[in-house]
């Protein structure tokens, strides 16, 4: 009995003690709060009936400096006397929720933006967001509080894709600030939805500002870019996204014009707070703020002397959220150090927890509509058939002798290539899983009649000689009516650093060429074939140098990284169920050489707007089964001040017997400027539908801000002077209609 006792005694004591340790966070580890966990909620900050910063400054008066800090990070550890849950606020849905488990797979950012279709974005963002909610209510459900399943994504990657040689430019939706505007907000719209009192998911901007390459030094580089080039380039498509009221914004890794972005106050003070009144949280790329205090000789950028100077540094600049390590321990400790105040660590905290109660995270469930999404909309048959369309509109057809469409009842076919069974291919960067990836091999199977035959050998590895000299596969060629070649890269070769890993250049491409391998495999194709017809299909994220392919092949199809349903997507083209539409979002250069160094982030000889050369293919470039013909412009005003809007009117008619859609593209030409402008601009795009020799009239309405230039100042000002006003179905540059564009209409209007 006495043994008995004592021992009754020490576990009291030691409850006792575990109690007191917990209540002062010593030295026990946070329990994860599940569903079956019901703590007393009753505490203001969980009252609805108050205003969010009466919530905000009641929970923030509750926590410890050391558990606000615990808050800044990526993943929060949970407060279980206050009935708070552990919170990860990484997130990715670059093109589907990535990361967190079974999703739709929909096409990567590159082909979304070549599908120049922002209410197509919207709807996929919205699709998105949907799954993310279910996804996040199962978890939530199951007492799971892992990374990647909380409602922060760090979504979309606005950066332009001003190099072909960056690795994650297919993140991207290329290279001009109006489309990535465009498509960006569309996207924002989709993925926070409309709900007046509660996100349905906070999007992210990134990566602010002026990143793009190279990926090896990027913790590292200074990308030195001029005024003009910044205001006219590298930010409008953040101020846009800005102006949606996006959540939030990510600083990049490297410096600009000699700050690092997590520490510089001209992009975060001067321009995201103060003049575009951005009222969200900002927060660090992963681990950039102990790029803060690395040396430069050890790959950092060495403005700090410590963690605690590195943590100080961001939240005095208003780096709210710290993916990475370096807030933890380095903020208490830059407090004791008298390097920062506990009151600006509040009000740091503050404007990242008002996010948190937006998303409804601190509200009873059922508190707003997104917490009944079922987890039925996941990879639904309504999202799967949206997969599919974005891959269909997305693809590029960039030659067509007249071998395509193919028709599907021919006796055989064949397919080869290093990428017709890989799901790589299909996936890109920043990818979900999917239990029905369709190849291009599955997509062709499935898309040919019964009684036709078809044949399928890999032929040719991705990027290296076959060891074995036999080959088994080049005669089939010779004996099948059609032969399809699903060449090109894949995230093996290019994508973000430490990912790719059959890449010797941290995931970038500094050789444009396609893997000699490929290119002598499809000759000896070409030679077995004879004239019957070779399709090549190219996957990829990035231009390449396609000109070999051009001419080997009959007909060149770029599919980018078409998503889960790719591979149908592709037989839809190649069988004539659908007419081509996708448009090309970058310039494809003919070689590296056309292009400054990958290094200078000057515009100048950069990008259809500034590329005085002739391309291998051209922005805003793409074939159809169609044939488009232009009406005159009808323009409203001719002669117009700098307060007045301009109406631009053309018919557009399919005069083939094809329904197919055609991407009607404004561009703008400043004539007579006083400092270097773009020879031309986009202004305007509509994707259109027209039937079997259908005519459609349409209207542009170009705002007076169309005809401002950005003079070396970074100031945007009307000069007065003559424009040619473009609108055809690719950009200006003489390359589209050599390569089959149609062409476009022109009119001039006069800015007095």
Same mark, same amino acid.
């Not at 600049?317 to 105040?341: F, M, R, W």
């Not at 996936?427 to 599955?442: H, M």
């Not at 770029?558 to 539409?581: C, H, Q, R, T």
């Given at each position: 009995?006495?043994?008995?006792?004592?021992?009754?005694?020490?576990?009291?004591?030691?409850?006792?003690?575990?109690?007191?340790?917990?209540?002062?966070?010593?030295?026990?580890?946070?329990?994860?709060?599940?569903?079956?966990?019901?703590?007393?909620?009753?505490?203001?900050?969980?009252?609805?009936?108050?205003?969010?910063?009466?919530?905000?400054?009641?929970?923030?008066?509750?926590?410890?400096?050391?558990?606000?800090?615990?808050?800044?990070? @990526?993943?929060?550890?949970?407060?279980?006397?206050?009935?708070?849950?552990?919170?990860?606020?990484?997130?990715?849905?670059?093109?589907?929720?990535?990361?967190?488990?079974?999703?739709?797979?929909?096409?990567?950012?590159?082909?979304?933006?070549? #599908?120049?279709?922002?209410?197509?974005?919207?709807?996929?963002?919205?699709?998105?967001?949907?799954?993310?909610?279910?996804?996040?209510?199962?978890?939530?459900?199951?007492?799971?509080?892992?990374?990647?399943?909380?409602?922060?994504?760090?979504?979309?990657?606005?950066?332009?894709?001003?190099?072909?040689? !960056?690795?994650?430019?297919?993140?991207?939706?290329?290279?001009?600030?109006?489309?990535?505007?465009?498509?960006?907000?569309?996207?924002?719209?989709?993925?926070?939805?409309?709900?007046?009192?509660?996100?349905?998911?906070?999007?992210?901007?990134? @990566?602010?500002?002026?990143?793009?390459?190279?990926?090896?030094?990027?913790?590292?580089?200074?990308?030195?870019?001029?005024?003009?080039?910044?205001?006219?380039?590298?930010?409008?498509?953040?101020?846009?996204?800005?102006?949606?009221?996006?959540?939030?914004?990510?600083?990049?890794?490297?410096?600009?014009?000699?700050?690092?972005?997590?520490?510089?106050?001209?992009?975060?003070?001067?321009?995201?707070?103060?003049?575009?009144?951005?009222?969200?949280?900002?927060?660090?790329?992963? !681990?950039?703020?102990? &790029?803060?205090?690395?040396?430069?000789?050890?790959?950092?950028?060495?403005?700090?002397?410590?963690?605690?100077?590195?943590?100080?540094?961001?939240?005095?600049?208003?780096?709210?959220?710290?993916?990475?390590?370096?807030?933890?321990?380095?903020?208490?400790?830059?407090?004791?150090?008298?390097?920062?105040?506990?009151?600006?660590?509040?009000?740091?905290?503050?404007?990242?927890?008002?996010?948190?109660?937006?998303?409804?995270?601190?509200?009873?469930?059922?508190?707003?509509?997104?917490?009944?999404?079922?987890?039925?909309?996941?990879?639904?048959?309504?999202?799967?058939?949206?997969?599919?369309?974005?891959?269909?509109?997305?693809?590029?057809?960039?030659?067509?002798?007249?071998?395509?469409?193919?028709?599907?009842?021919?006796?055989?076919?064949?397919?080869?290539?290093?990428?017709?069974?890989?799901?790589?291919?299909?996936?890109?960067?920043?990818?979900?899983?999917?239990?029905?990836?369709?190849?291009?091999?599955?997509?062709?199977?499935?898309?040919?009649?019964?009684?036709?035959?078809?044949?399928?050998?890999?032929?040719?590895?991705?990027?290296?000689?076959?060891?074995?000299?036999? &080959? !088994?596969?080049?005669?089939?060629?010779?004996?099948?009516?059609?032969?399809?070649?699903?060449?090109?890269?894949?995230?093996?070769?290019?994508?973000?650093?430490?990912?790719?890993?059959?890449?010797? #250049?941290?995931?970038?491409?500094?050789?444009?060429?396609?893997?000699?391998?490929?290119?002598?495999?499809?000759?000896?194709?070409?030679?077995?074939?004879?004239?019957?017809?070779?399709?090549?299909?190219?996957?990829?994220?990035?231009?390449?140098?396609?000109?070999?392919?051009?001419?080997?092949?009959?007909?060149?199809?770029?599919? !980018?990284?078409?998503?889960?349903?790719?591979?149908?997507?592709?037989?839809?083209?190649?069988?004539?169920?659908?007419?081509?539409?996708?448009?090309?979002?970058?310039?494809?250069?003919?070689?590296?050489?056309?292009?400054?160094?990958?290094?200078?982030?000057?515009?100048?000889?950069?990008?259809?707007?500034?590329?005085?050369?002739?391309?291998?293919?051209?922005?805003?470039?793409?074939?159809?089964?169609?044939?488009?013909?232009?009406?005159?412009?009808?323009?409203?005003?001719?002669?117009?001040?700098?307060?007045?809007?301009?109406?631009?009117?053309?018919?557009?008619?399919?005069?083939?017997?094809?329904?197919?859609?055609?991407?009607?593209?404004?561009?703008?030409?400043?004539?007579?400027?006083?400092?270097?402008?773009?020879?031309?601009?986009?202004?305007?795009?509509?994707?259109?539908?027209?039937?079997?020799?259908?005519?459609?009239?349409?209207?542009?309405?170009?705002?007076?801000?169309?005809?401002?230039?950005?003079?070396?100042?970074?100031?945007?000002?009307?000069?007065?002077?003559?424009?040619?006003?473009?609108?055809?179905?690719?950009?200006?540059?003489?390359?589209?209609?050599?390569?089959?564009?149609?062409?476009?209409?022109?009119?001039?209007?006069?800015?007095?």
């Amino acid at each position: 009995m006495m043994k008995l006792s004592k021992i009754s005694l020490l576990c009291g004591l030691l409850f006792v003690c575990m109690l007191s340790c917990k209540e002062k966070n010593i030295g026990i580890e946070e329990t994860p709060i599940g569903s079956n966990t019901d703590p007393e909620k009753d505490f203001p900050f969980y009252d609805t009936s108050l205003s969010m910063d009466e919530r905000v400054e009641d929970l923030i008066s509750r926590l410890t400096l050391e558990e606000k800090a615990d808050q800044m990070m @990526h993943s929060t550890s949970g407060i279980e006397r206050l009935g708070i849950p552990p919170y990860g606020w990484w997130n990715e849905a670059l093109h589907g929720v990535g990361r967190s488990g079974t999703a739709t797979v929909f096409p990567q950012a590159i082909g979304l933006g070549a #599908t120049f279709d922002s209410d197509l974005a919207f709807r996929v963002s919205s699709a998105i967001s949907d799954e993310a909610r279910a996804m996040h209510n199962a978890a939530k459900e199951k007492g799971y509080h892992l990374r990647y399943s909380g409602l922060t994504f760090w979504t979309p990657n606005i950066n332009i894709f001003r190099d072909p040689r !960056w690795g994650r430019g297919q993140e991207t939706y290329g290279e001009d600030p109006f489309l990535t505007s465009i498509l960006g907000t569309s996207f924002v719209r989709g993925l926070q939805g409309d709900n007046p009192d509660y996100l349905k998911t906070a999007a992210c901007a990134k @990566h602010y500002a002026v990143h793009s390459g190279p990926e090896k030094l990027r913790h590292e580089f200074d990308a030195i870019a001029s005024p003009k080039d910044m205001w006219e380039t590298y930010l409008p498509a953040f101020e846009a996204l800005v102006k949606a009221d996006v959540e939030a914004v990510m600083c990049a890794y490297n410096s600009t014009n000699g700050q690092p972005c997590c520490s510089n106050n001209y992009l975060i003070t001067d321009v995201l707070r103060n003049q575009w009144n951005f009222d969200g949280h900002v927060l660090s790329d992963c !681990w950039a703020i102990v &790029d803060l205090y690395t040396p430069a000789d050890k790959g950092g950028h060495g403005v700090a002397n410590s963690q605690a100077e590195a943590a100080a540094l961001a939240v005095e600049h208003g780096v709210s959220l710290n993916c990475g390590s370096t807030y933890l321990d380095g903020l208490p400790q830059a407090v004791k150090e008298g390097l920062i105040t506990e009151e600006e660590i509040d009000a740091q905290l503050a404007i990242l927890l008002r996010t948190r109660f937006k998303l409804g995270l601190f509200d009873p469930k059922g508190s707003n509509p997104y917490d009944d999404i079922s987890v039925d909309v996941i990879n639904s048959d309504e999202h799967r058939s949206l997969a599919r369309e974005v891959a269909q509109k997305g693809i590029v057809m960039l030659k067509n002798n007249g071998a395509l469409p193919l028709k599907n009842d021919l006796s055989r076919y064949f397919v080869t290539g290093p990428n017709a069974t890989s799901a790589d291919v299909l996936l890109g960067n920043y990818y979900g899983v999917n239990p029905k990836l369709v190849t291009v091999l599955e997509g062709v199977a499935g898309a040919i009649h019964p009684g036709s035959q078809l044949q399928y050998r890999m032929g040719a590895l991705l990027d290296r000689e076959s060891l074995n000299p036999q &080959d !088994w596969a080049t005669p089939n060629a010779g004996t099948s009516d059609a032969t399809i070649a699903v060449l090109g890269i894949s995230s093996l070769l290019e994508g973000e650093e430490g990912e790719s890993l059959a890449s010797s #250049t941290a995931g970038d491409r500094l050789d444009y060429n396609l893997p000699k391998n490929q290119i002598d495999f499809l000759k000896k194709l070409r030679n077995a074939a004879g004239e019957r017809p070779i399709i090549a299909v190219i996957t990829g994220g990035s231009p390449m140098n396609l000109a070999e392919v051009h001419e080997l092949a009959d007909a060149v199809l770029l599919a !980018w990284y078409p998503g889960e349903e790719g591979g149908n997507a592709v037989a839809d083209i190649i069988f004539g169920k659908v007419s081509p539409s996708g448009r090309l979002p970058i310039t494809f250069p003919k070689s590296l050489d056309q292009l400054p160094p990958y290094e200078d982030y000057s515009m100048k000889g950069r990008t259809y707007k500034y590329m005085d050369e002739d391309p291998l293919y051209p922005f805003g470039y793409g074939l159809s089964y169609g044939s488009f013909t232009y009406g005159d412009l009808n323009i409203s005003k001719s002669s117009i001040s700098k307060d007045e809007e301009v109406s631009i009117t053309v018919d557009v008619t399919n005069q083939s017997d094809i329904p197919s859609d055609e991407v009607v593209q404004l561009y703008l030409s400043d004539l007579e400027a006083s400092v270097d402008v773009p020879n031309y601009q986009l202004y305007g795009v509509q994707r259109v539908n027209l039937g079997a020799k259908e005519s459609k009239n349409i209207t542009f309405t170009l705002q007076p801000s169309a005809f401002q230039m950005v003079d070396n100042d970074g100031n945007r000002v009307f000069e007065p002077g003559k424009f040619t006003v473009y609108v055809g179905g690719s950009s200006p540059m003489k390359r589209s209609m050599e390569l089959g564009a149609p062409k476009m209409s022109t009119g001039t209007i006069t800015l007095n």
